[in-house]
């Protein structure tokens, strides 16, 4: 069983930055971030391979985040800055419990977080 425990979110003005964590016990593959703003569907953010050795990203934050994973602490990362409102929205940390491809879509995941709110103001 993966458990997945996100923490970082807040209220952030515009152009601003934040770091998103999420920990997880268990063993994991790829691991990945969604997001899901008040009456959108949820959407890829990015996206980090079981190695470590590659990355993917949403058109919309390529360029504004960077993803890393810390497999000593079992711990995956999100770096965003120069943040837009339209970036507030609802974060879920993503994990794969066994290796597989598809890892830029929500169906390439099996267990997820709770979710952490991140509101950027203008």
């Known amino acids: 069983q993966v458990r997945l425990v996100e923490s970082g979110g807040g209220l952030v003005q515009a152009g601003g930055s934040l770091r998103l964590s999420c920990a997880a016990s268990g063993r994991t593959y790829a691991m990945g971030w969604f997001r899901q703003a008040p009456g959108k569907e949820r959407e890829f953010v990015a996206a980090?391979?079981?190695?470590?050795?590659?990355?993917y990203y949403a058109d919309s934050v390529k360029g504004r985040a960077a993803i890393s994973r810390d497999d000593a602490k079992n711990t995956v990362y999100v770096q965003m800055h120069s943040l837009k409102p339209e970036d507030t929205a609802v974060y879920y940390c993503a994990a794969q419990k066994i290796l597989r491809l598809g890892i830029m879509s929500s169906s390439g995941y099996d267990a997820w977080g709770q979710g952490t709110q991140v509101t950027v103001s203008s």
């Open positions: 980090i391979s079981w190695s470590g050795g590659n990355t």
